[in-house]
C-alpha cells in the first residue's frame, strides 16, 4: 500500500511541478534557515569555549564582598590580602599557583604623548595562571616585586599607541608623577570572548602599582586568582578556598561569606546557557517559516484533492477503501515535505560552510539540526496533509463521480 502510494504521489507531483516547486520552496527556506543558525550558534559558542580556556589555566577567581558586621557600630567589612593568598597556597593542596590583581585605568605619557590605558599590578604568577608571555625584552624578578621597581611591562596596544614602530624596551614613560622603564612587551592575544581588548594594558609589580598608582594598605588586592592542579581538582580547590578564607576572616558558621569566588568552568557553563538560549531562539523563528511552509503544504493537498475528486470517486468505485485514499494523500505530503526538507538540509549545510568561511568561524553542519529537520519534514507533512487526506477518503464515491 505504501509503495502503490508514493508512487502515485511522484506522479502527482510529476504533473503540477511548477506547484510542487512553489510548496517544497516553504519548507527548503524553514530547514536551511535551522541548519545555517544552529551551526552559527555552535561554532560561535565553540570559539567563545576556546577563548575562555586559552585566558586561563584551570583558574579561580575569588574578590572581596562587603557584608554588615554586628557590633556597637555597624560597619561594612570584606577585603582579602596577599595574606590570605599566601595561606591558600600553602596550605591547599589543590592549588597550583596563586597571584594578586590591582588594576585601574590610567594614563601613561611618553614625550608628547598621552595614551588612556588599563594598568595592572600583579606578581610573576599571574603570567602562568593567565598564560600570558613576554614577546621581546624580559619581565621583573622577585626582587622588582620586594623593592617595588618602577619596571613595567607593555601590551602590544599600548606600545603601537605610545611609540609607533620604535622599540620602546628600554624607554621611560611616566605613570601620573613617576617614571616607568619599560622591561618588555608582551605577546599579542587580541580581543577576548567578552570583547576587550588583552593587549591594551599595562603590567608592573603589585607593590609598586600600591605606592605609586593607586595608593592602598600593603598587601591590599582587589583580586586574587588562582589555578588548580588540574581540571578534575577544580571544585575541590575552590571548597579549600572557601574553607581557608572563612577561617582566616572568622567568619561564624552559617554566617554569610565577605568575598565571591568564580571558576573557569563555571564562565564556561554560564556562557554556554547563554549561546544556548540564543540558538534556541534563533531556531524558534526559522521554525516559523517552516509553520508557514506547512500550512502551504496543507492548502496545496486541499486544492489537490479538491482537483482530483473524481479521480478519487473512480478509485473508490473500483475497490479503494478509505485507509487506501487517506493513505495516497498522506504519503504526497510527506514526500513534498521530505523533498523540501533534503533540499534545505544541502543548501542550508553549502550555507553554512560558506557563511563560516567568510566569517573565519569553523562552522559546519550540526548532526543533531540535520536529523531534527528530517524529523521536522515528516512531523510537518503528516500534520499538515492529515486533513486533506481525510477529507479525501471521506468523499462520497457517487457524488465525487458526479464532479466534471
Known amino acids: 500500500m505504501i509503495l502503490g502510494a508514493f508512487r502515485l504521489a511522484l506522479g502527482a507531483i510529476a504533473r503540477n511541478t511548477t506547484r510542487a516547486v512553489l510548496t517544497v520552496l516553504g519548507i527548503l527556506i524553514g530547514i536551511t534557515a535551522v541548519i ?6 555552535d561554532s560561535t559558542s565553540s570559539a567563545v569555549a576556546t577563548s575562555i580556556d586559552s585566558m586561563a ?12 558586621a554586628s557590633g556597637a557600630k555597624s560597619k561594612f567589612v570584606g577585603r582579602l590580602t596577599e595574606n590570605d593568598l599566601h595561606a591558600i597556597t600553602r596550605e591547599a593542596v589543590s592549588i597550583e599557583n596563586g597571584a594578586p590583581f590591582l588594576d585601574t585605568a590610567g594614563q601613561v605619557v611618553y614625550g608628547d604623548k598621552n595614551v588612556a590605558t588599563y594598568i595592572v599590578g600583579t606578581t610573576l604568577a599571574y ?11 624580559e619581565n621583573w624578578t622577585e626582587n622588582d616585586e620586594l623593592l617595588k621597581t618602577k619596571v613595567c611591562v607593555l601590551g602590544q596596544t599600548v606600545a603601537t599607541n605610545l611609540f609607533g614602530t620604535e622599540d620602546p624596551i628600554g624607554h621611560t614613560i611616566r605613570i601620573g608623577r613617576s617614571p616607568y622603564r619599560v622591561i618588555g612587551l608582551l605577546t599579542p592575544r587580541g580581543s577576548s570572548s567578552f570583547g576587550d581588548d588583552q593587549d591594551d594594558r599595562l603590567m608592573m609589580p603589585a607593590g609598586s602599582f600600591r605606592a605609586r598608582v ?7 588586592a582587589d583580586q586574587l586568582m588562582f589555578s ?4 578534575e ?12 578564607l572563612r577561617q582566616r576572616h572568622h567568619i561564624a558558621p552559617g554566617s554569610k561569606d565577605d568575598f565571591q569566588m568564580r571558576t573557569q568552568a563555571e564562565m564556561r557553563e554560564t556562557t554556554d546557557l547563554i549561546f544556548g538560549t540564543l540558538s534556541l531562539l534563533g531556531i524558534a523563528v526559522a521554525g516559523i517559516s517552516l509553520l508557514v511552509g506547512g500550512v502551504g503544504v496543507m492548502n496545496i493537498m486541499l486544492v489537490s484533492v479538491a482537483e482530483r475528486t473524481r479521480e478519487i470517486g473512480i478509485r473508490m468505485s473500483i475497490g479503494a477503501r478509505e485507509r487506501d485514499i487517506l493513505v495516497q494523500f498522506l504519503v504526497e505530503a510527506v514526500v513534498l515535505t521530505l523533498i523540501g526538507g533534503v533540499l534545505g538540509i544541502v543548501v542550508g549545510s553549502v550555507g553554512a560552510i560558506g557563511i563560516g568561511r567568510a566569517l573565519d568561524l569553523q562552522m559546519a553542519p550540526s548532526p543533531k539540526a540535520i536529523a531534527v529537520a528530517v524529523a521536522t519534514s515528516l512531523l510537518i507533512g503528516t500534520a499538515f496533509g492529515f486533513l486533506p487526506a ?10 465525487a463521480l458526479r464532479v466534471e
Open 36 to 41: 545555517i543558525v544552529a551551526a552559527l550558534a
Open 57 to 68: 589555566s584551570n583558574a579561580l577567581y575569588v574578590w572581596p564582598q562587603p557584608v554588615q
Open 127 to 137: 603570567y602562568q595562571i593567565r598564560r600570558f608571555t613576554i614577546a621581546r625584552g
Open 214 to 220: 593607586v595608593h592602598m594598605p600593603p598587601g591590599r
Open 228 to 231: 588548580a592542579s588540574s581540571p
Open 233 to 244: 581538582t577544580v571544585e575541590r580547590a575552590k571548597s579549600q578556598i572557601s574553607s581557608i
Open 390 to 399: 481525510w477529507r479525501a477518503a471521506k468523499l462520497d464515491p457517487i457524488a
